[in-house]
């Protein structure tokens, strides 16, 4: 079985601090990690994703996560926090490139940027 | 270029009542998905169809039926609603495992509501 862990319901940060949005994962083999946003009453927006190679990975809108295999983390970060930033934010994971709808994903983090 | 079109945007239904939420996808892609969005529950896959002609289970299918008219659509029927169904469903597609790391495109939602 596959699981994804946002422990934290929201992130309050103020604008042009750095943010932080924690995801934690379990799974029986290699984890491909995805980043999703949703803005109010919208569907999910791709953000970035990891599937082999350089830990840190770059994505849209100045996001970046960082996959780290020993503590089974890919938190989402961006150096310096817009108040358009500003949305709900999905961790997903599944194993390897099997069918993607196996994805599960994580809760949800509100991240709310404050001016 | 409309990406993932989802109808209708809203609907309310009585208990016992039917309806069908339809979706089109126009990006050529092999595999589609129905979620379900809960407060708090992050997102749950309803059925999904690797590809034209297949449709499976996902984590919440009863009270559902799917079907995969053509390549390009996907339908989500309640035969009998329940309260239990009031929901956001959203709709989405991918790549088919093996062309892409499968990350997901997403509609832009439906709202159900059932009395």
């Known amino acids: 079985a596959q699981s994804v862990a946002q422990p934290e319901d929201q992130v309050n940060v103020a604008e042009g601090n750095p943010l932080t949005v924690k995801c934690t994962y379990s799974v029986s083999g290699n984890p491909y990690l995805f980043w999703y946003v949703q803005y109010p009453n919208r569907g999910l927006q791709f953000l970035l994703k990891?599937?082999?190679?350089?830990?840190l990975v770059k994505g849209s809108y100045g996001f970046e996560a960082e996959f780290n295999k020993s503590q089974t983390s890919f938190h989402l970060k961006k150096p310096s926090a817009l108040v358009s930033d500003s949305a709900l934010y999905f961790c997903a994971v599944r194993v390897g490139n099997t069918n993607a709808g196996k994805s599960t994903f994580g809760d949800g983090t509100t991240l709310t940027v404050k001016p | 270029n409309a990406g993932v079109t989802q109808t209708p945007k809203f609907q309310v239904l009585k208990t016992g009542q039917s309806m069908t939420l339809q979706c089109a996808q126009d990006?050529?892609?092999?595999?589609m998905y129905w979620y379900r969005q809960d407060p708090g529950m992050g997102l749950r896959l309803i059925y999904y169809?690797?590809?034209?002609?297949?449709?499976d289970k996902g984590e919440v299918p009863n009270g559902y039926n799917v079907s995969r008219l053509n390549k390009r659509e996907f339908s989500l029927r309640l035969e009998s609603a329940a309260p239990s169904q009031t929901s956001v469903y959203f709709c989405a597609s991918s790549e088919a495992p093996g062309v892409s790391t499968g990350e997901l495109f997403f509609g832009e939602g439906s709202r159900l509501t059932v009395l």
């Open positions: 990006m050529n892609h092999n595999s």
């Open positions: 169809s690797a590809s034209e002609g297949t449709t």
């Open positions: 990891y599937i082999t190679g350089d830990n």
